[in-house]
């Protein structure tokens, strides 16, 4: 076998630019496919981050009407002991509450419905990062009688910090809820669709201004590690009463964006499959122009004694050769261009950050670093090469040798 290694090694180099445009052709479809698939996956992982770090958290605790039926009246209560002991659980980054409702947000003669989120400022920051998002003011604290604006509301409604805002709606269970707040701080929100309806207040505050004293709609979890989220759902749900409450994990309530995710990762692989049949029909080419050059050699070969198998061997081996050093050179060579665009994320400016905003996507296109988008790339060119060595090995055991020897 070590003969044959080192046959098929020369062999390769004999013909050195067939072997470099060879290697070249698949080095630079593999590496298109690597930096398209790391925008494709980065993105889907920014959408996902941006829906779990900024809004739903990995896990929620709510009433069980609370997700089909969004009202005040079908907020809860909750043992405060019980919540201290799953902030004490070792998976659990942070626990809080949240109480949200909607109202009419006015100012002079603008009024548009919002989202108000009533919430525990310091806790919120430790999963959400809210505070970072503050561009003009200052945060709130949990005593505060003050409103934090998305800056995409806060251009809307023609308001600045230390303006006044007022918000009507309905309260728990039908009481009036009115309140003149004055503007704290404006912030700029990660999700375009937060950013141009979201206000914030102090959670004692919102309960006061719903009058839902002591009551929220959800107890949100942050954790340390995603793939935790399945145990940690499970302990919760042991531990709570299922007739009033339910456990719903961040796949279950963001069941829309994984949708189209998925239909977008769809589109995407039916273009990776194009990409390769591109490079399937080049490394066919290769293999075709390479072996019906080489029937002479072939056949000289087969009448000095070599055993036709072991000349298929020898074929086979470089075409090896030639698929592990096209796949190598192609991640060596996206390997600088990925790491650059991981921690340098391209950032739409002009009119494509209105187009994203527009389908509720952040204007920034991350790139991944997933092991896998370089493991499945080289799978797949290796099965490529895989299907096309059963051409030279065909035709090196039903090689007519008297007609090899003529032509």
Known sequence: MKTIVKIAWRNIWRNKRRTLITVASIMFALFFAIIMRGFQKGSYAKMKENAVESYSGYLQIQNKDYWDDKNINNTMDFD????EEFRKDSRVRVVFPRLESFALASSGESTKGIAVMGIDPEREDQMTRVKSYLQEGEFIGQDDRSILVAEGLAKFLGIKVNDTLI???SGYHGATAAGLYPVKGILKL????????TAYLPLLEAQNLFSAYDRYTSLIFDLHDMDQVKEVESMVGSKIDKDRYRVMGWEAMNKELLQMIETDNAGGVIMIAILYMVIAFGIFGTVLMMTNERIREFSVMISVGMQRIKLATVVVVELFFLTAL??????IISLPVMFYFYYNPIEFSGDAVEVMQDFNF????PMSIEPNIFI????????????AMSYPTIKILKLDVVNGLRS
């Not at 096209?326 to 991640?331: D, E, K, Q, S």
């Not at 952040?362 to 296109?365: A, S």
């Not at 790339?377 to 090469?385: D, K, T, W």
């Open 167 to 169: 918000l009507f709606s």
């Open 190 to 197: 990660p999700t375009p669709e937060m950013n141009r309806s």
């Open 80 to 83: 405060a002991e019980l919540i």
């Open 326 to 331: 096209a796949v190598l050179a192609g991640i």
């Open 376 to 387: 499945f790339q080289g799978i797949a060119i290796s099965i490529l090469s895989l299907i």
């Open 362 to 365: 952040e204007p920034v296109m």
